[in-house]
DNA sequence: GGATGTGAAGTCGTTCACAGCT
DNA sequence: AGCTGTGAACGACTTCACATCC
């Protein structure tokens, strides 16, 4: 199975469906429509349809999805039924903020390594604001730590100045994926899965709509 | 003017050009062609051109487009010019860190108000974290408030189960736009701008990506 | 009967290719 | 000559509509 033609809608379509399948779970209910759940996500029916025809048949004609069935279809899909390790680079108040608050994250992520050029500066601080001890490592260890904590994905946090190059250092070791939260467009090889997360943007989005088309 | 059609993506993709050309700026460049943006930006020179056709005639054939013409040009287009106030609800974790960490948000925009449904709970933790006092307010304040200090933009904060009820209070406010950090769909009525920004969907994004699309 | 699964139609966004300006 | 601005071609995603199956 290669699933390349999936559109990168669909994959976000259906986080948001196995998080709303778990709060039906919760309740007791034990099957949903693709109407209802369209519902429940904001879109349409048949997209919900459409979206899991990419992935196989999980319904039943005439009864809807069988909730805790779909779910953990939905979740081996997504990679959800496995431990993804993260390393966070750039402990300033994001980084330290994301290494803080791991609640932040699923159960199925899980951070592995902090890097940061300062470590020393920033040992202190963050140690005292998470009350205990932080091993903070500095980026030159990348490849080496990388391979041994077997790093799946790396969190870029960094000043955006500073992206392109722990880019080309997570390029060279065994690192596959990024998610980028400096404002910057990083340069990277084929062969890695890079999503940008820079959340002005989004407040720029919401600041036009209210400027041109509301009301 | 109204640009009732300007697709999404192209708002976002302006927040990018607008930062790269503030770089660009810093550097003392005066002119950029829509193919150098592009490359910087990760797209297609031709996407830029249509991007800015959206709104105006920005360049100039054979020469490409003056600088700090086009920033302003697309800042205007944004409503980045102006300043936009904030509202956080719900100070937990996460918006607890955005209420300290000022910084995460450019300067146009400010944040004029707190909310939490146990002000008196929240306020001494945060207030230490701070290293000032730090007023919160209880949601029943909200359109007294937002009225008061002009609140353009809720940023929705808290745990997900209260996510509906906090838009329902927005709804009957004057608040017009939302961003919402839950990983809930959010239903309101017609005339406002909502936006999400839940990150673990990227993340299961990144995820997924590394699971079936690299090598 | 009722809800899924899916080809076909429709809509939206991107890329091409070149005319038009400077 | 070079780069923008843009109609037309293309491609991708969404929605419709109905045949299919429980």
Redo the contacts with the bound molecule.
Sequence with gaps: MKFS?V????IRRLSAYVRHLEVLEEKGEVVV???SLAESCG?????V??D??YFG?????????YIKDLSDNIKTILGLNREWHLAIIGIGNLGSSLLFYKDFFKKNYKIVAAFDVDPAGVVGRVSEKIGKPVEILHPEQLQEVARDRRIDIAIIATPASEAQKVADQIAQSSIRGILNFTPTQIQMPKGFAVKNYFFTTILDNVAYLLRWRVK
Tied chains: 1, 2.
């Design positions: 033609k559109p990168e809608a669909t429509s693709s109407a879109v349409n029916a048949a997209q349809r459409k899991l025809a048949e999980f319904g039943i004609r005439g009864v809807g999805y």
